[in-house]
């Protein structure tokens, strides 16, 4: 048994693998199955075969730098989506004691502490000041 791996490891050498855009592309493939189980169309069908053979492909590929780039690409995406929801929560959780304002020159998100009236805020971002009228 020991020999097997020995072989496969031999084998994987050089290649790129199992990464997370494999992992998510096989969460999708799965969940495309267990779709097509209640559809059972021939498109998704197909659609599910395309998607096994380019994880395979993927998984094979001896091309590190192009796999790494769409790996790149993918974790991109996923941090973005992931410090959306993140951000959202810490708004619910601030609801009480804070407000999310945005910054009028450079757009960025600014929490400020919720006391009602007019307040000079200023911007740590690009260090402008601008008044902020908090009604509730």
């Known amino acids: 048994m020991n020999k097997f791996f020995y072989k496969v490891q031999q084998f994987m050498t050089g290649r790129n693998g199992l990464d997370r855009f494999n992992k998510f592309l096989f969460i999708l493939y799965a969940v495309i199955i267990f779709i097509n189980i209640f559809l059972n169309s021939l498109i998704v ?21 192009r796999r790494s780039r769409e790996n790149q690409a993918y974790m991109k995406i996923e941090n973005s ?7 959202q929560k810490n708004r619910i959780r601030d609801i009480k004691t804070h407000r999310y304002i945005r910054c009028k020159h450079c757009k960025a998100q600014l ?26």
Do not use: A
Not at 45 to 65: Q, W
Not at 118 to 132: A, D, I, L
């Open 81 to 87: 989506v992931k410090n959306f929801f993140v951000r």
């Open 111 to 136: 929490r400020v502490k919720r006391r009602k009236g007019k307040h000079t805020v200023r911007c740590p971002k690009c260090r402008q000041e601008f008044s902020v009228n908090i009604r509730i």
């Open 45 to 65: 069908y197909l659609f599910e075969l395309s998607l096994i053979g380019y994880i395979v492909f993927r998984t094979l590929s001896k091309n590190l730098y």
